[in-house]
């Protein structure tokens, strides 16, 4: 996260807003029963107020990782930076927003509650990198408001889970809320390492080498994508566990050809998105390996600039934008698996 300074632009701000609200609809609509809109306003007022106030005091990026000199000081870093406080922040917030709702509070909407909160924490995020860089203020709020955000609601599928979990015990397994925090820190920990490595030479040269990147490899790939898989992982066992308890109250409830007609409706439904999973994961698996290509001629015998202090505005807009359309795919073949999932 940026230190804050100054009051961003009203665009930037509805920008990130709306996704913000698209990935929480999106979530909502997945669940058989959508969580109260009042938890869920709630719990991103929530995550967005108290990051503000971890963000007021929170000192520059440059100096919080003053001192990494190798892989093993960057984990570290990035444990004590970024993975415990952020994901305390979220905790916090999110318990606080279950306890105002506690009254007939279900496990799908603490779940629920969990991402919601994540995608509050990146809001203020979004806005802060956004005013960092003015010139290309629209397409990272577009950009990061729906890759960051979506990456920060994965840390909350860790903590949701087990969130779902105290609540199914009667709020009797607190242990849950440790072990939940140490697992989702965990992971945006790992995550965040295999990302560091160029950052940390951006901040020290105003450089970047590919060969950087090509060196932290080794750390993105497993750690990336281990965590991309756990997450979604544990979003579809809850959605399945939320799914079938949702089925059991209707068909306990279904006395009448009117109720079962209703349940036959819910059931035809969830066909549909399933049909729809599978066109979008198709057209992102087509799109991801189209891109691959086309990046890969683009770049062909093209100089790549290694020193950002020299690129133009228009250029790193281009960059930006290019960024974006590269991620977009591999994001469609994950929403595709999630819509596939519809309860």
Not at 3 to 10: L, S
Not at 161 to 182: E, H, K
Request: proline content about 6%; overall charge positive.
């Amino acid at each position: 996260m940026l230190h804050p300074a100054g009051f961003p632009p009203i665009l930037v701000i509805v920008a990130v807003l709306f996704c913000a609200g698209l990935l929480t609809a999106f979530y909502q609509a997945l669940f058989p029963r959508p969580a109260r809109w009042p938890l869920i306003g709630a719990a991103f007022v929530l995550g967005a107020a108290i990051t503000a106030v971890y963000a007021y005091f929170l000192p520059p990026a440059s100096e919080r990782l003053v001192g990494i000199v190798d892989a093993w000081t960057a984990l570290k870093a990035m444990a004590l930076a970024a993975g415990l406080p952020e994901e305390a922040v979220k905790l916090a917030a999110t318990l606080i927003a279950l306890f105002l709702f506690r009254r007939g509070l279900t496990p799908a909407e603490a779940f629920q509650a969990s991402l919601v909160t994540a995608l509050g924490f990146a809001a203020l995020e979004n806005i802060q990198y956004a005013r960092a860089l003015p010139e290309a203020a629209l397409p990272i709020a577009f950009g990061r408001g729906i890759v960051a955000s979506f990456v920060h609601s994965m840390m909350g599928m860790f903590l949701g889970t087990f969130l779902a979990a105290l609540v199914r015990s009667g709020w009797r397994r607190w242990d849950y809320v440790v072990i939940g925090y140490a697992v989702a820190a965990l992971a945006h920990s790992l995550f965040d390492w295999g990302l560091v490595r160029p950052l940390l030479e951006y901040l020290r040269n105003q450089k970047i080498r590919p060969e950087s990147v090509m060196e932290a490899l080794p750390i993105i790939i497993p750690c990336v994508l281990g965590v991309i898989i756990a997450s979604l992982t544990l979003f579809v066992r809850q959605l399945k566990l939320c799914g079938a308890e949702y089925d059991d109250a209707q068909r306990a409830a279904v006395f009448d050809d009117a109720g079962g007609l209703a349940f036959e409706r819910h059931l035809g439904l969830r066909r549909r998105w399933r049909k729809v999973g599978n066109v979008i994961g198709i057209v992102g698996l087509v799109g991801s390996i189209v891109m691959v290509v086309a990046a890969s001629l683009a770049m062909r015998g093209q100089p790549q600039p290694t020193d950002l202090s020299q690129v133009t505005p228009e250029e790193l807009h281009a960059s930006i934008v290019m960024t974006v359309i590269l991620v977009f795919s591999p994001m469609l073949i994950m929403t595709g698996i999630l819509v596939r999932q519809k309860q």
